[in-house]
């Protein structure tokens, strides 16, 4: 799916050596029903280690009887959330996105029709979702090959990593200005280098 960005992208002498060693990409657009899914398991890895957010995520999806829909969501009290693992700022927030999507207000399925901003603004309009929730699912969901989140910790570190120094979120954007119109891919190798650091 992503050869074309991988051959340009092997050029550059930082990425280069990380595709050598890590290919292929392995992002794969998700199915549309999955969408939901998606931002919620995303609202629940916010700030967490992926270990914990698994976890927690499994716990929601067992509690919740493998329906994770809307509806399951707002009927289930506040307190088996909580005892779930889940806090109370997160419970709120992916109880306003199945408000958000049962009103219509939200139309998850069609999200892959719309423009990246298009789709960070319809996100970022629920409570709890930032731009970095919004990007993951642009990138991990949709596939969308020109996302980079510079506010992510993991791209920091890896850059760092790369580049042999700290650089400011608004400096990483710069630097990778270079890897357009495929900085998703190249996003996923530079988490490559953190892995394995």
């Given amino acids: 799916m992503w050869k074309k960005a991988e051959e340009v992208l092997v050029k550059d002498k930082s990425l280069g050596p990380l595709i050598k060693k890590y290919s292929p990409c392995k992002i794969r657009p998700s199915k549309k029903k999955d969408y939901f899914i998606d931002i919620v398991d995303a609202i629940v890895s916010q ?24 509806e399951e969501i707002l009927k289930t009290k506040d307190e088996k959330f909580r005892g779930w693992g889940l806090s109370r700022a997160k419970t709120v ?15 998850v399925s069609k999200l892959d029709k719309l423009s990246d901003e298009e789709v960070l603004t319809q996100l970022i309009a629920v409570k709890g979702i930032g731009r970095w929730t919004a990007e993951m699912f642009l990138m991990f969901t949709l596939a969308r090959p020109d996302v980079f989140p510079v506010d992510d910790l993991g791209i920091s570190k890896g850059m760092n990593i790369l580049l042999k120094k700290a650089l400011s979120a608004e400096r990483i954007g710069l630097y990778a200005e270079r890897w357009k119109p495929y900085r998703t891919v190249a996003a996923w190798y530079v988490w490559k280098a953190v892995d394995k650091a």
Wanted: glycine share 16%.
């Fill in 47 to 70: 700030q967490l280690s992926g270990k914990a957010a698994t976890t927690i995520f499994g716990r929601v999806r067992a509690g919740l009887g493998g329906k994770i829909v809307p």
């Fill in 93 to 107: 927030y992916i109880k306003d996105l199945s408000k958000r999507v049962i009103s219509g207000e939200l139309k």
